[in-house]
């Protein structure tokens, strides 16, 4: 467990002018960041843009609707983000507690781990979906099973070989009362289980802000539907 400023090394006032302008460089790759917002029982909670870094603390200013009320009491929360131009993941952990204007403070801020991979929250979902490939083998639509859906990709089984590299348009109804999700992905991940079932780790491509979005409410909108039925 580390404050923010242990992350990049000594307290900025320790620091000689060279190393607080690299410190300073660095804060700039988090700071601006969407991030997913998660309670500690994994429940999405909402998602936000990352501002006002600060030794242990910082602003979320919320781009989706929250899951809680805006007079909720402070809690503890898990945070992670994603900086496509720096390719760089942080995981941190604060206690978070609502501000005016769809903002919510971040205090107690740790950063828990940074690396390369670019985790999402993911939502269980085991439905009916196609794949639909322009070229190759398996060109045509064929059906498949979303397993999971996360902002950033989705994990899929199918009776139809794929390989690593392959893109397709996946296909799938998420809600009842919306439209169908057409969205361009690649596989990057091929998981044998068991004898006969393989299942296809994918990433989404060209996603627009307002796709990821959509994706964003449709998974908030499934999961609290899952809730309610238990």
């Known amino acids: 467990m580390m404050k923010l400023f242990d ?27 969407r991030v997913e917002v998660t309670a500690p029982d994994g429940r999405l909670l909402f998602v936000a843009q990352l501002r006002h870094l600060r030794e242990n603390g910082a ?7 929250s899951a809680l009320p805006p007079d909720s009491e402070p809690l503890p929360a898990c945070i992670r983000g994603y900086n496509d131009r720096n390719r760089k ?8 507690s609502p501000m005016p204007q769809n903002i919510w403070k971040v205090e107690e801020l740790v950063v828990r781990r940074v690396g390369n991979d670019r985790a999402f929250f993911r939502l269980e979902t085991n439905l009916d979906a196609t794949a639909t ?4 083998l398996s ?35 998420l809600l009842a009362d919306r439209p169908e999700s057409v969205i361009y992905s690649e ?13 296809y780790g994918c990433r989404f491509l060209e ?14 909108t ?3 539907q899952q809730r309610n039925r238990y």
């Open 139 to 173: 060109m045509g639509e064929r059906p498949c099973k979303l397993l999971n859906i996360s902002v950033g990709g989705a994990c899929i089984t199918s009776e139809t070989p794929y390989h690593e590299g392959d893109k397709f348009l996946l296909k799938v109804k």
């Open 133 to 136: 490939m322009f070229s190759g």
């Open 59 to 65: 602003e979320l200013y919320l781009y989706s609707e």
């Open 207 to 220: 996603l627009t802000e307002e796709d990821e979005t959509k994706i964003t409410q449709n998974i908030f």
């Open 7 to 33: 992350l990049f090394g000594r307290r900025q006032k320790e620091q000689p002018p060279q190393e607080e302008h690299e410190e300073e460089k660095e804060l700039q790759i988090y700071s601006g960041m």
């Open 187 to 199: 596989v990057m991940r091929i998981i044998h289980k068991g004898k006969d079932k393989v299942e």
């Open 89 to 96: 993941a942080v995981y941190m952990e604060g206690v978070i």
């Open 222 to 224: 499934v999961q609290r």
